[in-house]
């Protein structure tokens, strides 16, 4: 299984709402990854989380709050999100520890809208 | 300040035409060098290269890697259509797992 699921596919929230991403990957990777993509622009690494641990937050709002409960599971939560937050985010997850472990497979991502 | 360029960022050519993309870094702890293409949402994985002067080869795509000049060039022979997508250059870092994607190059190939 080289999968990583992310769920849902497409989020619709309103700004004061709170909701969560999901990412699921059985590939016994132990390096997880969000990164957020907008429009005809490259992916901007968020957070990595490395054996459960967060071990990378790149100066990311405090109104995204991600969590690991467990080597195969990642998600992030969404609390009091702007319009300018909306974009495709997505989940990867990659071997760790570098050494020829950085190939990141990737989900077919979060297409989120903020109203 | 980490930095991938990629070039050109935009690019149109025919069926069966041969292109070349670039792509350069400046990275400290540089590891490797990897090449994905995206045509809708997730990213696919190419390549990644490690080492100079070795290409790597998938069908009719290549890529080989520069340490010295910081740069890598990944070359298409014999355009499809189905080659359209944008194809993003990666920089992996060796202190911890920190992957910097360049801007991409948008390849679009018209029959």
Not at chain 2, 69 to 75: G, P, T
Not at chain 2, 91 to 106: E, H, M, Q, W
């Amino acid at each position: 299984d080289t999968e990583v699921t992310q769920t849902p596919k497409h989020l619709v929230m309103g700004m004061t709402n709170k909701k969560s991403l999901k990412c699921e990957q059985h590939m016994g990777h132990r390096a997880m990854y969000w990164y957020k993509q907008k429009a005809k622009k490259p992916p901007e690494l968020m957070f990595v989380y490395s054996y459960e641990k967060l071990s990378i937050n790149e100066s990311v709002p405090s109104r995204f709050s991600p969590e690991c409960p467990n080597s195969s599971l990642l998600n992030l939560h969404l609390h009091a999100l702007q319009p300018e937050d909306s974009a495709l985010y997505l989940c990867a997850s990659s071997q760790a520890g570098g050494g020829g472990n950085e190939k990141l497979f990737f989900g077919s991502g979060t297409q989120l809208s903020v109203l | 300040e980490d930095k991938v360029v990629q070039s050109p960022l935009s690019l149109v050519v025919h069926e069966g035409d041969t292109v070349t993309l670039n792509c350069s870094y400046e990275v400290t702890n540089f590891r490797s060098l990897l090449w994905y293409k995206q045509e809708k949402k997730a990213p696919t994985f190419l390549f990644m290269l490690t080492s100079s002067g070795i290409e790597k080869k998938s069908g009719r795509l290549s890529s080989i890697l520069d340490k010295k000049e910081l740069f890598s060039i990944l070359n298409i022979t014999a355009t499809q259509t189905g080659d359209s997508a944008i194809y993003l250059c990666a920089a992996a870092k060796t202190s911890y797992d920190k992957v910097i994607f360049g801007p991409g190059t948008s390849l679009s190939v018209i029959p």
